[in-house]
Antibody, heavy 125, light 106 residues
Framework: QVQLYQSGPGLVKPSQTLSLTCAIS??????????WNWLRQSPSRGFEWLGR?????????DYATFVKGRIMFNSDTSRNQFSLQLNSVTPGDTAVYYC???????????????WGQGTSVTVSS | DTQMTQSPSTLSASIGDRVTISCRTS??????LAWYQQRPGKPPKLLMY???RLERGVSSRFSGSGSGTDFTLTINNLQPDDFAVYYC?????????FGQGTRVEI
């Protein structure tokens, strides 16, 4: 059974960097069928997909345009985890952040079938 | 970006009812659509993928249909556990986008 466990601070000061980690159990981060997504949810903007990282002979990162330039993903194969860094945060980045696994096999995308528990992040001084 | 419009925003129903939730997209996504259920304080739970394919372990009371720009999630014989918020999500084009949600309440 695949599980994702998130960790990271719940309070970040404006202009600083938000850092979250998602640890994977039951699958491997380098799986050629999986992609590892980051999303967030807030009352004002609903769900926002931030991007994903995946390995297909090499690492690929897809970022949502609205955070491009501020966001970076890292993948740690030795710890089987991936992380999100969002720079220069503002109160507008306050949200519940989720990691999620997406599986694609033989042309079928099975959706975001496994989610982390969520991390509520507040950007405030 | 592909805009997602769900309707209704809120749906009042009773145990045993059959309910339908609509999701319309601003451009064709063929069948690259998923449905999720979310309960308060919990992450979303995947119900359907590729428009009409039931996720393993999800009750067969849930069904999905549609293609192109119009999709429907149907819940038959509504049960107490089904009172939640439902979201559609497209994964045809970046960025993945979600509907605003439909709350199913008693």
């Amino acid at each position: 059974q695949v599980q994702l466990y998130q960790s990271g601070p719940g309070l970040v000061k404006p202009s600083q960097t938000l850092s979250l980690t998602c640890a994977i159990s039951g699958d491997h981060i380098s799986s050629n069928r999986a992609a590892w997504n980051w999303l967030r949810q807030s009352p004002s903007r609903g769900f926002e997909w931030l991007g994903r990282t995946y390995y297909r002979s090499k690492w690929y990162n897809d970022y949502a345009t609205f955070v491009k330039g501020r966001i970076m993903f890292n993948s740690d194969t030795s710890r089987n985890q991936f992380s999100l860094q969002l720079n220069s945060v503002t109160p507008g980045d306050t949200a519940v952040y989720y990691c999620a696994r997406e599986v694609t096999k033989l042309g079928t995308n099975y959706g975001l079938g496994v989610w982390g528990q969520g991390t509520s992040v507040t950007v405030s001084s | 970006d592909t805009q997602m419009t769900q309707s209704p925003s809120t749906l009042s129903a009773s145990i045993g009812d059959r309910v339908t939730i609509s999701c319309r997209t601003s451009q064709s996504i063929t069948d690259w659509l998923a449905w999720y259920q979310q309960r308060p304080g919990k992450p979303p739970k995947l119900l359907m993928y590729q428009g009409s394919r039931l996720e393993r372990g999800v009750s067969s009371r849930f069904s999905g249909s549609g293609s192109g720009t119009d999709f429907t999630l149907t819940i038959n014989n509504l049960q107490p556990d089904d009172f939640a918020v439902y979201y559609c999500q497209q994964y045809k084009t970046y960025p993945w986008t979600f509907g605003q949600g439909t709350r199913v309440e008693i």
